[in-house]
């Protein structure tokens, strides 16, 4: 569909406020790439499981390996012009609250404000044991500490921070335990297969209801955790708005559908919204 600013500023100034979920559309101008294409369809393998990771030590090597890797790229992505312009449409009382399905840190870092990090952050470590958390820059001096010799250079880079390495490159890979307790270190992000915290689902369902509608960026919507909130407001009468290059899960229940690049969408938005508008 072409994109039009036109309609999706009608929207916005039908809703009053909305609520705004994004996905990893939104970074894929910051150098972090999606995990599906235009069809929905994932570009490379699936992320490691929970529970492979949790069962596994040789899971968890490889995990770590790739993500060791990764992070030195991942680290490194700038907010792009979509954060910037979320960002704004919240200053502006626009957006009540943004829920992101992605895990770095980029609208906060943007300047928004309000925010709800539905599946973690991947600057941070927690042990699954004793519940304990350290930076992730600190877990990787450790790993590094750890690994003298571990050079290996990455093809790619996920939007969970994992890189594609050779599949031998981990085998020698040292994951060392939780300082305090030696217990199992995990990333503070949810990983495929294990539940969303019950908290960070209510705050979400709570933003869905005390808003007008709610808007989808750069979300495909293939799984349940961000598709909940499409069909709660349906159900409960909100109007939806999806901004997406490639189609979702949930066309169907949307309201508005523009499909195009998220930077040049919210641009165009935030042009043609009302620059003084403040939340009340």
Known sequence: MKISSAELGNF???????????????????????YRDKDGNWKNAKPVQFADFVASA???????ARSFIGWRRFSRAEPNRAHAALADLEARGYIDTL?????DGLHQRAGSRRTVDLHGR???????DCDAVIERDAWQTRLARHNPNFGVDAATVKPDGDAELGDAAHDTFVVPACERCGGTMKPDVV????????????????AVERSGGLLVVG??????????????????????AIVNDGRTRAD???????????????????QRLHPDRHRS
């Open 219 to 240: 979300s495909s919507l293939m799984v349940f955790s961000g598709l909940r909130f499409v069909r709660q407001a349906v159900e409960i009468g909100k109007p939806v």
């Open 12 to 34: 916005f100034e039908r809703a009053g406020t909305v609520m705004a979920l994004t996905g990893a559309g939104v970074s894929t101008a910051s150098g972090i790439p999606g």
């Open 58 to 64: 040789g899971w968890r090597q490889r995990y770590w």
């Open 99 to 103: 829920v992101t399905q992605n895990v």
């Open 191 to 206: 990983f495929f297969g294990e539940s969303v915290p019950r908290q960070r689902v209510a705050e979400a369902r709570s």
């Open 252 to 270: 169907d229940l949307a309201t508005l559908k523009l499909e195009g690049d998220c930077g040049d969408v919210l641009d165009a938005l935030r």
């Open 122 to 128: 991947l600057d941070a470590v927690r042990c699954l």
